[in-house]
């Protein structure tokens, strides 16, 4: 399967802050997704996004799929902002939609 | 998301005993997938469902069995467990545009 990496794998914020958490896939990807994974260990959908830009509130996604990366921002930080943050996409090859997840990055924001 | 539901949430099992890992959708949503997380290494994709009677293997396999005999259920069974295979186990079902909605995990621990 593909090669998901994020960066960086952890990261410890000062509430208000600005954020930007990155992916890397070895090959092209299809169905890309950034998930939220709460401290109760509950994965959120935060955005299907296989290719450019979507917004929800303090967070945004970009995905330039030609380059195979995707961005995800997170602005104004809050503490309920903390968790681990995944991303994930399906490999061209016939693998029946499973997805292939990077190791995550590690959310701290401090009050 | 509520209409993915796993039983047990937690369960201890010893070494060499079955253990069966149910996921239950709400809707008949064709695909269905398990994966297993682990410290350092992301989710990673044990078994899938495209549909009931139809099911592949992932990533990693080996040590589990699966069925699915009508489309709103999906078992994942341990006949012989090891310790490596302790673990947070999560289902997910494909909806809408291929995105992969999660259910809340069921962590086990193999004594």
């Known amino acids: 399967g593909i090669q998901v990496e994020q960066s960086p794998p952890d990261l410890i914020l000062q509430e208000g802050a600005n954020s930007t958490l990155r992916c890397n896939f070895s090959?092209?990807?299809?169905?890309l997704q950034w998930f939220h994974q709460n401290p109760w260990g509950q994965l959120i959908n935060l955005f299907y996004i296989p290719s450019g830009t979507k917004q929800n509130g303090r967070l945004s996604a970009t995905t330039v799929a030609t380059e195979r990366y995707s961005l995800l921002y997170i602005s104004s930080s809050q503490t309920t902002d903390s968790g681990v943050y995944f991303c994930a996409g399906e490999s061209n090859s016939n693998s029946g939609y499973a997805l292939n997840f990077g190791k995550g990055t590690s959310l701290l924001v401090t009050p | 998301d509520a209409g993915i539901t796993q039983s047990p949430r937690y369960k201890i099992t010893e070494t060499g005993r079955q253990v069966t890992l149910m996921c239950h959708q709400t809707?008949?949503?064709?695909?269905m997938f398990w994966y297993r997380q682990d410290l350092g290494h992301g989710l990673r994709l044990i078994y899938y469902s495209a549909a009931a009677d139809i099911t592949d293997k992932g990533e990693v396999p080996d040590g589990y069995v699966v069925s699915r005999s009508k489309t709103e259920n999906f078992p994942l069974t341990l006949e012989s467990a090891t310790r490596s295979q302790t673990s947070v186990y999560f289902c997910?079902?494909?909806?809408?545009?291929?995105?992969?909605?999660f259910g809340p995990g069921t962590r086990l621990t193999v004594t």
């Open positions: 997910a079902i494909l909806k809408g545009d291929n995105e992969q909605y």
């Open positions: 090959d092209s990807v299809n169905n």
């Open positions: 809707w008949s949503h064709s695909y």
